[in-house]
């Protein structure tokens, strides 16, 4: 079992920027790939980025790329997605996932094993 806790969502304006923290714990050495996905209300979720645990190579969604940076402490077993020049449609439910996979379909919801209760980010016009 892996628990993720995330944390730092927000009310902010367009333009600003956030930091979003996921922590694991658990069997955190089962974890080939950390992700975060988000779920806009109506929609369906979908893939933001995701990083390579070990070796710290990263994925992002053409909606964020350049905007958002994916990263990981591995000492502290902790992933965090900073987000900058937030638009109102990045406004969403943002979650922390693990996969134990190795494949690298990272973009797809399914191949992740845990998942954490999520963090609201709200962006303002």
């Known amino acids: 079992q892996v628990q993720l806790v995330e944390s730092g969502g927000g009310l902010v304006q367009a333009g600003d920027s956030l930091r979003l923290s996921c922590a694991a714990s658990?069997?955190?050495?089962?974890?080939?790939?950390m992700g975060w996905f988000r779920q806009a209300p109506g929609k369906e979720r979908e893939f933001a980025a995701a990083?390579?645990?070990?070796?710290?190579?990263?994925y992002y969604a053409d909606s964020v790329k350049g905007r958002f940076t994916i990263s990981r402490d591995y000492a502290k077993n902790t992933v965090y997605l900073q987000m900058n020049s937030l638009k109102p449609e990045d406004t969403a439910v943002y979650y922390c996932?693990?996969?134990?996979?190795?494949?690298?379909?990272?973009?797809?919801?399914?191949?992740?094993?845990?998942w954490g209760q999520g963090t609201q980010v709200t962006v303002s016009s």
């Open positions: 996932a693990s996969a134990s996979d190795s494949s690298d379909y990272v973009s797809v919801a399914n191949m992740y094993d845990y």
């Open positions: 990083i390579r645990w070990n070796v710290g190579i990263t």
């Open positions: 658990g069997r955190t050495f089962s974890s080939f790939y």
